[in-house]
């Protein structure tokens, strides 16, 4: 039992914690031909599968028609820990093994990142695609919608509690930073939209930047002298050419107008690219594309944008006025199967334009801030009623991260929906805190960081500063509440059933692996330790590839964190497996889903196969590279057979250096 896997010629299941066959210890080694056969018909067949590459933990494949795909079958497959989908990729988590199943996999058919030439068009409903584009355009936004909010937050307390004077250079210089995002939003949304479309990210930065350029803002708002200005359509205008209408509309902080011009961007420029001579096109394709994009922007799909915008906002805000309490409750309770979907990133340009023509929001900021802190006051409802000590242990951790910090993947997934009862409780505790915030008019005034007890600090506002963040306090209280007291009313620990008893009592029970002397893990890199629950990426967090921590790095080498062999290496050197000396199987995986990046940040200083001491350089990575690409940082490290020891005890330090002692395995 004491064994590495791969010298017993044995495997241990890892399909969650909690599992009977997780407990009862190892089953035989995975057979890689028949798992990458059931896989394979299970999510469709050979011909469903128009992509397939792996990363450290992954199989990743495209598929042709994802509602082909079984995903209750795949799960059931033997050496699946579980499936997401995210990015348009159908993600199948293996764990370490993935490389040596894919091997077998791509024996059985075309498969490769550009074999079987996955279809132009992505399958599914034209809403399901355009909410998938949009989401794809607004996530990388992320980071800076939310850093320049929480400077709005601040400077918001700071003038509220007169600390600081709205007119003097400090605030104005402060406010100008924080405001510079969502005044240039535009241009902005140009760039991801050019990077999504794989077209030219210059030209259609041209086209945000003239919806914000100053003088066609004075030029549309009638403020220039000597131009005259009309009516269209009962609306006010000025012209082009003399007869062409142009709708006076404000397009600062819009997001509408650019994402309409979309597909007329890619056509123009793949137009000019087309009709412009070799010889003449460093200069001619550019110029066709601005003066066909121009006057659709300004005169066509510009105006219907604001309109479509303006209307939205007064449909929502009729609703809102009518019935505040059941709209804001209702949105509140459905609002953990929205993220669940990954739609909730499709809302925030809904919460843009409400910040922008309303000056508030409750759509997005106010629901989710009631829906996180139930997912938090679910988890820690099943940690008061369990007896299983990992499952309280796991509770606090997932409850502490949602009520606090807004991370709600680890509650949500790791404890309330895995119990499925402590969701019913999120659910109406959720509801409540919605329906106390649309009855007392809470409002969120500003984006901040993920919706947390924190962002009550976003209420204050409006005529009364204060009164956003007291209700909004009271409805926190009572979303916590009732999502506890339901959840220790509804869960019971799980009992095995009478064929896992009658098993049970014909085994010995399984022992952990008791050790003499404890094993040290040094840190691999210099940064900040995180525990893996706050990793932004669910197979961490959850633990199902195991127990560990995960350092956001100030620096790009990884060291090896003990004496050991390096046991796997990947084409794109974005991570790397050892086994230790004592026998631990570690994972270190630079950044989140860095896989995509195809290797150009990395580089290996080390071979598979090779022995490492303690401290020597195992990666170097290009830190810079991959934030610039938009992905994360964050590097697990992790004990893979963590199930065959006591306890992985994480380090109590925050800031940590490579070398520093990281974890202590006993």
């Known amino acids: 039992m004491m064994k590495q896997c791969f010298e017993a010629g044995l495997t241990k299941g890892m399909t969650g914690k909690g599992c009977s066959h997780v407990r009862k210890g190892y089953t035989m080694a995975l057979d890689y031909v028949s798992t990458s056969k059931q896989i394979i018909d299970a999510v469709g067949g050979a011909d469903n599968i128009a992509t397939a590459t792996h990363c450290m933990t992954r199989l990743r494949l495209v598929l042709k028609d994802e509602s082909k795909a079984d995903d209750a079958k795949v799960n059931q497959i033997k050496g699946v820990k579980s499936v997401i989908k995210q990015g348009g990729q159908y993600q199948v988590v293996i764990g370490n093994e993935v490389s040596n199943l894919f091997k077998e996999f791509e024996k059985m058919g075309n498969f490769s990142e550009t074999g079987n030439a996955a279809p132009k068009k992505p399958e599914g409903n034209i809403a399901q695609r355009l909410m998938g584009f949009v989401a794809g355009c607004m996530t990388p936004l992320l980071p800076a919608m939310l850093g320049t909010g929480m400077v709005k937050v601040l400077l918001t307390l700071l003038t509220t509690f007169g600390l600081m004077n709205s007119t ?32 030219t990210v210059p030209l259609f930065m041209v086209i945000g930047a003239m919806l914000c350029y100053p003088d066609i803002i004075s030029l549309l708002g009638g403020a220039i002298e000597g131009v005259s200005m009309g009516t269209f359509l009962g609306m006010t205008c000025t012209y082009i050419f003399r007869f062409i209408p142009v709708i006076s509309s404000s397009y600062t902080s819009s997001v509408l107008p650019i994402l309409l011009m ?10 000019a690219d087309k009709v412009s001579p070799n010889v003449l096109k460093a200069f001619l394709k550019p110029m066709i594309f601005l003066l066909i994009c121009t006057p659709v922007a300004f005169c066509v799909l510009g105006p219907i944008g604001n309109v479509l915008g303006n209307l939205m906002s007064g449909v929502f805000s009729a609703m809102y006025n009518a019935v505040p309490w059941l709209t804001v409750g209702v949105l509140s309770a459905i609002m953990p199967f929205i993220v669940m979907t990954g739609m909730h990133y499709a809302l925030i340009p ?21 829906s996180n802190i139930a997912q938090g006051g679910a988890s820690l409802g099943v940690a008061a009623k369990t007896k299983d000590v990992e499952t309280k242990s796991e509770g606090i951790a997932c409850g502490i991260s949602a009520i606090v910090a807004g991370v709600t993947e680890p509650a949500m997934y790791g404890i309330n929906l895995r119990y499925g009862k402590p969701m019913i409780g999120a659910v109406c505790g959720a509801g409540a805190a919605g329906l106390i915030c649309g009855i007392f008019g809470v409002k969120a005034y500003t984006m901040g960081g993920s919706p947390s007890i924190l962002s009550l600090i976003q209420f204050i506002g409006g005529d009364s500063p204060m009164r956003g963040v007291i209700f909004g306090a009271i409805a926190a209280a009572v979303s916590i509440g009732l999502s506890f007291f339901l959840t220790t009313i509804l869960y019971k620990d799980e009992e095995n059933d009478e064929d896992e008893a009658a098993d049970e009592s014909t085994e010995e029970p399984e022992e952990k692996k008791v050790l003499v002397e404890k094993i040290e893990l040094a840190s691999p890199m210099t940064g900040k330790v995180l525990s893996i629950e706050e990793v932004p990426d669910e197979v961490f967090s959850s633990g199902a590839l195991g127990e560990g921590a995960a350092i956001l790095p100030t620096d790009g080498k990884v060291y090896a964190p003990a004496d050991g062999t390096v046991s796997n290496l990947m084409d794109t050197k974005h991570a790397v497996a050892l086994i230790t000396d004592s026998g631990c199987e570690i994972l270190i995986h630079v950044g989140l889903d860095t896989v995509q990046l195809e290797g150009k940040p990395f580089e290996y200083h080390v071979t598979e196969g090779q022995k490492v001491k303690k401290g020597d350089l195992l990666i170097t990575a290009d830190l810079k590279m991959i934030t610039d690409a938009g992905y994360k940082t964050h590097t697990p490290v992790l004990v893979t057979n963590s199930d065959d020891y006591v306890s992985v005890k994480i380090t109590e330090t925050t800031d940590i250096k490579a070398g520093d002692e990281l974890m202590t395995i006993c």
């Open 168 to 199: 003097g250079p400090t605030y104005l210089i402060l406010y100008s930073m924080a405001d510079s995002f969502f005044y240039f939003l535009p241009i902005f949304l140009a760039v991801q939209i050019a990077k999504k479309t794989n077209h």
């Open 350 to 370: 809904l919460c843009m334009n409400n910040l922008a023509t309303l000056g508030f929001d409750v759509i997005v900021l106010v629901t989710m801030f009631c």
């Open 262 to 271: 979309t597909p007329v961007m890619c056509w123009a420029e793949d137009f």
